[in-house]
């Protein structure tokens, strides 16, 4: 049986989920509501940005994670949900699961110290070639960050190309040498990945499998994941368009 829903209005995606839901538990696919909150930037962008719907106010996201906390969300990582998926097993009341794509140096000014302050675990989708850039995290952050045990890296690829548009050898290459660099200089293994620009299809999907990935996020809305679906996670945007109220409304699932 799936429960009725709390209204929010994701453009009627949520009855797209409710359907969702019916369809795979006539099927007995096993499914588990959780949210995984999509972020960006966190800061004030600058004048000239381009999409300042990416950014959120550094007040706002501190008051968003002291909400978590406070009301005893439990933050769990992205091999945590499809291992539960895989094995049909339940999680935590509450479980929700935070990432964060590109790899900005706000992570490390802003995000970090906040997440540590309240104890919320995150992963972290990093390009390798954007590491070291101006504006994005340095090596050297990112084996602090690491040692925090708080944080989670994923790969974004190498160069955070539309994989689709990649011809084979490229596309394997983006897939595994990103994996490789992260083995090599920060000694992690890593299992999870973040399409960039959330473009993929179903040889991506295969290729994704194929080099060692255990699970996938994707850009599309929505909460709802079944056992099949572990290399396409749907995930829920946070940008600067929202209040705390409505951060409050697309977290509340019931679950
Ligand atoms: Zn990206």
Do not use: C
Not at 145 to 155: A, C, E, H, N
Not at 172 to 191: A, C, D, P
Not at 234 to 242: D, F, L, S, V
Request: glycine share 4%; net charge positive.
């Amino acid at each position: 049986m799936y429960k009725s829903f709390r209204t929010i209005t994701e453009k009627g995606i949520i009855v797209k989920e409710n359907i969702e839901e019916k369809i795979a538990s006539i099927k007995g696919e096993y499914t588990l509501r959780v949210p995984i909150l999509m972020y960006h930037h966190i800061g004030i962008p600058p004048a000239n940005e381009i999409r300042p719907q990416l950014y959120v106010h550094p007040d706002l996201f501190r008051q968003e994670m002291e909400y978590l906390a406070k009301n005893k969300y439990k933050t769990i990582t992205l091999e945590n949900l499809t291992s539960a998926l895989m094995h049909h097993k339940k999680l935590p009341n509450k479980s929700i699961v935070l990432t964060f794509d590109d790899g900005y140096i706000d992570f490390y000014t802003i995000v970090f110290p906040i997440l540590k302050k309240n104890y919320i675990k995150s992963t972290l989708f990093i390009s390798t070639d954007n590491i070291n850039k101006p504006n994005y995290l340095s090596l050297h952050q990112l084996q602090s960050l690491l040692k925090s045990k708080i944080v989670t890296i994923g790969s974004h690829t190498v160069s955070h190309l539309d994989l689709t548009r990649l011809n084979e050898n490229r596309l394997v290459f983006e897939l595994i040498k990103s994996k490789t660099w992260f083995l090599n200089k920060l000694k992690v293994q890593i299992s999870s990945i973040a399409y960039p620009i959330g473009k993929y299809n179903k040889k991506i999907i295969f290729e994704t499998q194929k080099s060692g990935y255990t699970n996938a996020v994707i850009t599309n809305y929505g909460y709802l994941h079944n056992e099949k679906g572990a290399y396409n996670l749907k995930r829920i945007r946070i940008g600067n368009n929202i209040i705390l109220s409505d951060f409050i409304r697309r977290i509340s699932i019931e679950n």
